[in-house]
C-alpha cells in the first residue's frame, strides 16, 4: 500500500467506535435477514478500509534507528465486508483519491460482494441514495430496502441536508459521530468573535441560526449593572459542552420519526469532549424501534474509557 492509501487516523476512541459499529452491524443483518427487505450498508466516508496504528516499543529491545512497529486494523469498510450474514448491497463513499485507489482493490477480496464504491462528496452522494433508492418496495424489490448508514467525519463535513435526507427515508439506521469539538470550539464564548466563516459552518451543521439564541446570554457589564442593557458585546456563551450535545439531540430528534438515543460521549487522548457517538432510527414503526434501540443502547452504555468523563 502506498503512503498515500495509508490511513492513520484516530486513537484508542476509534477502536471504541469501530467496536460499536461493528457490534451493530451484525445483530443488524441477523435481526433483518429473513425479512425479504434487501439490506444496505452506506459508509459516507468510508476511508481506505484500514487504520495504520504504531505500536509502541521498548526502547530496550529496540535496534538503534529502527523504525516503530505499524500494523493495519479494520476500518469501518472492512468491517462492513466482514458482517456476517452480509449485507446485500453496499455503497462506499470517499473523497480522497489514495484512499479510494485502497477502496478498489479491498473490493477485489470480495468478489461475491455487490458494491458500489463513489469517489466524491459524502453530503451530495448520501442525499442523492436517500432520495433515488427504492426504500418502501418497486417492481422489482416488492418489500423495499432497510439501511445502515455510518456518518464518520474528521470533523464538520455534514450538512443538516444530509441529516433530514437521512431520516426522511424512514428506513435507514444511523451511527454518527458528531463533531462535538467543532461545535464548541466555533462557538466562541463571546458571540462577537463568531466571525461569519464559524457561523455559516455551525448554521450549516445544526440546519438553523436558532443556536445563537440558545447558547448565548446577555451578561451585564459591570457599568451597566442596573440597567441591564442588552448588547451584542455582552452576549457569553451559556451553553457548556453538556447543554450542546443536548442541544444536538433535539435537533436529530426534530427529523428523525423513530428514535434518537442518548449519546456515547467521546473523549481524545488529552480526556477534552471530542464527540457525540449517536444512534437514530429514521424508520417509525414500533416493532422496529423497539428491537434497534434495545441493540443500540446496550452497545452505546457498554463502557470503555474514554468515554469516561475525566476527573
Ligand atoms: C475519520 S475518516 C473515516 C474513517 C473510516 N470510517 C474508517 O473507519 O476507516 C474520514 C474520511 O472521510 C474522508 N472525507 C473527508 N471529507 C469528505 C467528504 N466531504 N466526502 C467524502 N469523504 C470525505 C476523508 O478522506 C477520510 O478518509
Request: some cysteine.
Amino acid at each position: 500500500m502506498s503512503a498515500d492509501e495509508q490511513h492513520r487516523f484516530g486513537g484508542r476512541h476509534t477502536d471504541e467506535k469501530l467496536n460499536k459499529l461493528g457490534q451493530y452491524m451484525a445483530t443488524y443483518t441477523t435481526a433483518l435477514k429473513d425479512q425479504g427487505f434487501v439490506l444496505a450498508y452506506i459508509d459516507a466516508f468510508a476511508g481506505s478500509g484500514g487504520r495504520v496504528e504504531t505500536r509502541p516499543t521498548l526502547p530496550l529491545f529496540a535496534e538503534p534507528g529502527a523504525e516503530p512497529e505499524t500494523v493495519t486494523v479494520a476500518g469501518s469498510a472492512r468491517l462492513a465486508f466482514e458482517t456476517k450474514p452480509p449485507f446485500e448491497v453496499m455503497v462506499l463513499v470517499e473523497k480522497d483519491a489514495g484512499r479510494f485507489a485502497a477502496l478498489e482493490r479491498l473490493r477485489e477480496s470480495y468478489p461475491d460482494q455487490q458494491v458500489k464504491l463513489a469517489q466524491g462528496d459524502a453530503n451530495e452522494v448520501v442525499q442523492k441514495l436517500c432520495r433515488g433508492l427504492p426504500w418502501h418496495g418497486s417492481a422489482t424489490m416488492p418489500k423495499g430496502m432497510r439501511g445502515l448508514l455510518f456518518l464518520d467525519p474528521y470533523g464538520m463535513e455534514v450538512n443538516w441536508q444530509t441529516i433530514e435526507a437521512v431520516a426522511g427515508t424512514q428506513a435507514i439506521d444511523l451511527w454518527c459521530f458528531f463533531p462535538l469539538m467543532g461545535l464548541y470550539r466555533q462557538a466562541a464564548r463571546e458571540q462577537v468573535r463568531i466571525d461569519a466563516t464559524k457561523r455559516a459552518m455551525l448554521n450549516s451543521v445544526l440546519g438553523t441560526t436558532d443556536w445563537e439564541q440558545d447558547w448565548y446570554q446577555p451578561i451585564p457589564r459591570p457599568s451597566d449593572m442596573f440597567g441591564l442593557m442588552e448588547d451584542e458585546a455582552t452576549r457569553v456563551r451559556t451553553a457548556d459542552v453538556n447543554a450542546i450535545e443536548a442541544y444536538v439531540q433535539r435537533r436529530l430528534q426534530s427529523v428523525f420519526k423513530g428514535a434518537v438515543l442518548p449519546p456515547s460521549r467521546i473523549y481524545n487522548g488529552r480526556g477534552a469532549p471530542l464527540a457525540s457517538l449517536f444512534f437514530a432510527m429514521a424508520n417509525p414503526a414500533p416493532k422496529a424501534v423497539a428491537v434497534g434501540t434495545r441493540i443500540a443502547r446496550h452497545i452505546l452504555n457498554s463502557g470503555s474509557s474514554s468515554q469516561r468523563r475525566p476527573r
